[in-house]
């Protein structure tokens, strides 16, 4: 039968195994990206079919999972019919041994429908940041629990996936006297400088079996930001004053740990560009995701006030700038989803006269990063491309902002919506401080002003939000949830 190993006999243990589970990854346009990883060399197989039964499935014939790779493997299923559940499981072929077969591991994921169809899209960021790990006795990583129960179509993890630059240790005394208590790894318990140090913050979180099981139900567009390198990167940095790190160029920290990136997570096999990371997601007539880079092209941390677009001043670059221009341009999709891993109005420093993101501090016209966006927002007034809603993480908490011309500095652009969600499981921080350029407004925030800086996961504070299309309306609902899996927050967007 297809998809059942040989009727061989082999010895315990003599079977490759699939230690960190499956996921598919970028669904969309009949396509779709399946990931796993061995523990040996051994070749990919995936069958797919439209019922969990498997009644006539198709076996596609994947790449070899070798130490090149640290044996991660991942291949991409083409034609596939839309509007249907689809099912998959991943086999793993022994290369040292051809008559071995591992067990099959089961996966599923939604393709987009050809016609709307209501779809519910999840997203957050921020995985085991801050020294708060894997935490048994707390539930593991348990906001990656409430997000399957939620059943999204998508997750879309706006960035920090991991924290290569953050140790956990087995011990982390809280507020009340009792202790958090973290698994602990060799990975984990130093900055992650060698590709391998990279890999293994991935095996960590993958080590979850709540992020195990979500990412297996439900497909994944995955993005990057700051801590998959060490905090608040850009290529110039150097590590020369942190000791803790014997490799002091950040673009080598970089370039590795883009490697490790890209070998554990369902990212679209690679075209012309074998760098890039940015691009876009169409799911139906409904939703079209548009997953940026805003790390890659970025300009080094300085007063964030140059008075021109330039490689210092840079957040998207040109190439993805024109880009996003032309594609938003394109879309047929009624809501288009900026997904950023960077927030556009609310201020973040990187030390003294520097800033991290988008705003600058000074509530003035745009300057520096703020000019890129101000090119963006006025094409897209310019082009009448509406309903334009933008996502996003990094600052560890959740709130609503909504941007406006009257309340603006530059008023060239149409009102739009930006929401932030996250951690998923990492320190919450905040409320921060928005810029008033782009005349931001929060209407929500998810935690109360002046709370105590890195509250731990178990004081409840971390976040996912939902996006909801409907079919009926095609308004698109968005929601923000606490730990619980309650929603904290929600408005209704008309298009």
Known sequence: ??????????????????????????????????????????RMFVDFSTTERFADPRRVRGPAAL?????????????????????????????????????????????????????????????????????????????????????????INVGDTIYADQVVLPEVTLDDGSIWKNVVTEAKSKVAESVADFRGCY??????????????????????????????????????????????????????????????NPLPIAGDDLER?????????????????????????????????????????????????TALKASKATWKIVAADLPLGLIVSDGPGRYEAVANGEPGMPLGRELEVADLLRDLKRNRVGNVVWITGDVHYCAAHHYHPSR????????????????????????????????PEATFVGIPPGMKAN??????FQFFGTLKASAKTRALTVQLHDLSGKTIYSTELAP
């Open 1 to 42: 039968m297809l998809g059942q190993a040989p009727g061989i006999i082999t010895a315990p243990g003599a079977k490759p195994a699939l230690p960190h589970g499956v996921t598919a990854g970028d669904v969309g346009g009949g396509r779709a990206v399946i990931w796993s990883r061995a523990d040996r060399a051994a």
């Open 67 to 155: 130490e090149s790779s640290d044996f991660t493997s991942r291949l991409t299923l083409t034609d596939l019919p839309p509007g249907q559940r689809i099912f998959y499981r991943v086999l793993y072929q022994d290369l040292s041994d051809l008559r071995t077969w591992s067990e099959p591991v089961s996966g599923s994921f939604t393709t987009p429908s050809a016609v709307p169809r209501d779809i519910t899209l999840a997203w957050s960021a921020d995985t085991v940041g801050q020294g708060w790990g894997i935490n048994p006795a707390f539930g593991g990583l348990r906001l990656y629990e409430m997000m399957r129960r939620a059943q999204p179509d998508v997750f």
């Open 203 to 264: 095996q960590y979180n993958l080590a979850d079996e709540h992020m195990r099981r979500f990412i297996a139900e439900t497909s994944q567009i995955v993005m990057w930001d700051d801590h998959e390198v060490r905090d608040n990167w850009y290529w110039e940095r150097r590590n020369d004053a942190d000791a803790r790190y014997a490799e002091k160029s950040v673009a080598v920290l970089a370039a590795r740990a883009r490697q490790a990136f890209v070998e554990y």
């Open 277 to 325: 990371i940015y691009r876009s997601i169409p799911m139906g007539p409904l939703v079209e995701v548009f997953a940026l880079d805003m790390r890659s092209y970025k300009g080094a941390n300085t007063d964030n006030r140059q008075p021109g677009l330039d490689a210092s001043s840079a957040v998207f670059g040109p190439g993805q700038l024109q880009w996003l221009k």
């Open 408 to 439: 603006a500095r530059f008023t060239d652009f149409d009102p739009f919506w930006e929401f932030v969600a996250g951690p998923l499981n990492a320190g919450t921080f905040g409320p921060g401080t928005l810029d008033a350029t782009f005349g």
């Open 455 to 460: 509250r731990p996961p178990s004081d409840g």
